[in-house]
Structure formats: C-alpha cells, structure tokens
C-alpha cells in the first residue's frame, strides 16, 4: 500500500500528527535533553521545562508545516519525483490529497496561536529569556520556508537550521541559569549535527529544488562536489564535540565513546560519496546519519551531565 494511501486511511487525528513529520522532532527532544543535563535543573522548575520542550516542539512542527505549504505554493514537491521515503521531500499530504493546503494552511495557524498561548505562560514564569528564544525559533519556524525571507531559497537555510537547533539546549539552559563554556560548544556540536541530517536529506531533493529556484549548499555544487564537503562539516562537528570533555572537566574515558557515532558518520560520508549521484540509493546512508546524530546528542548529554 503507497505510504499516502496508509495515511489516509486512518482516523483523521493520525493525518495531523503526519502533517508535522514526527519522526523528525525527536530531534528536538535530543536537544532539550541537552540542556537538561547541563543545568541539573531543581525539582521546582521542571515543570516549566516540560512547557519549553512543548513549546520547543511545537515550533519544530510548525516549521515542517510551513515547509510543506510552502514547497507545495512554489511548485516543488509536485515535481520531486527522486524524493527518498520517509526522510524527504515532505510529507507530501497535499500532493497525494491527504489534506489541502488550505487545511494544511490551518494547521499552521492553529500551531502558531497555541504557541502565542503557551509563550505567555512561560514569559510569566522566566521573563524577557522567554521572548528572546521564542522570537528567534518563530523567525527560524515561518522564515525557513515561507516568503518573505525563504531562507532555504538563499542559501541561508543551513545556518538558519543550525542556529535553531543551538537554541534548543543553550535556551533550556538559559531558564535555568547562564549557561556555560562547556554548554556553548555542545549547543554548536549539536548545531553542525543537525545542520548534517538537512545537508544529507537534500541530495534526494536537489533536482526538485532547483527547478523551483531553491539555492541550498547542496544545489549550489555538483552532487560529486557536495558530497566530499560533507567531511568538513563532520570535522568540525567532531572537533567542537570533543572539546567539551576538557572544558567540562569531564573523564577522558568519554573520548573513546564518541568513535561510535564517528564511525556510523563515517558510513554515511562513504555512502554518500558512492551514491551522491543516484540520489534515490541513498536511504542507507540517511539512515546512518541520523542515528549517528541521535549518537552524538546523547554522548553531549552524558558529557555535559558528568557521567
């Protein structure tokens, strides 16, 4: 049965939660965890730190949505015939006439009113923080995909992604306490970690996004020349990753660890450069790469928490 058709035959809750791709904001939970671990947070604010990962969440969400709406107005997922299920392309909900876009539509704006909601009440539980956060993971949200920034048309969807995804473990901090030295690399290992997983999803995409005017990094080169600068986003990952250990003070065991997700970044990378080409063989090597982020954000965590 066509992934499409499988949605569409469950209840209609089951076609909302598909609309936001949850399989992708596990993503931001790993970040949270991050910031958790490096707060140590007292009993009496974990509560509230349950209403920023929803919140965090929530705007994850928003995010795909807008994207899905967003690519659907600009033409590019109808053409996007090389996309690999279920990691890219979208959900592709309108296309296959799961929902519409004007539902989808709504789907956003309710996501965006619920979170106006619930960023109130964490301005009123920690302040301007609050503001500061929310205001950059909504620009971040709505100006990844949709006019008028379209960051992901200009190049400028990386670092935006990136500097989101920082965001995430540094601001859970920041509710706590100022945050640290050795919070500020992990914020940015786990940055170029997630920058990895969009990086490797636009292969698939990157006919479908040039033909509507997308100038991502991967559209920008060749696919055999992407493909080989994905090393340097690994070393630096890897590099700022493994300065946290002496700046945390952490054992050195630790270090040794963190070979495991290398070596399953280093399978995606041989992967890649094998296959960058035939985009539609790249499954593997998506896979790889995102338990090998799911690797490293734990590795933080256990770093940062003092393990």
Known sequence: MPAAAGVASRPSAWRWLAATRPAFLSLTLLGWLIGVAASHPPAALRGGLLLALL???LLHALANVVNDVADDANGGDAVNTGRVFPFTGGSRLIQNGVLSARAMTGLAVALG???LGLGGLLLWWRGWPVAVLGGAG???AWGYSAPPLALNRRGLGEPAVALAFALVPWGTAWLVAWPSVPLGLAALAYALAVAAVLYVNQFPDREADLACGKRHWVARWTPQQAARRFGFLLAGLYAVAAL???AAD??????PVLLLPLVL???AWRMLLRDAVQPVRLAPAIRFNLLAVHGVALWLAGALYGF
Request: charged share 0%; proline share 10%; glycine share 10%.
């Open 113 to 115: 009113v619920v979170l």
């Open 244 to 246: 946290v250990v002496p």
């Open 265 to 267: 970044h280093a399978t």
């Open 250 to 255: 952490g054992p050195l065991w630790l270090l």
């Open 138 to 140: 909504f620009l971040v």
């Open 55 to 57: 919140g965090a969440v």
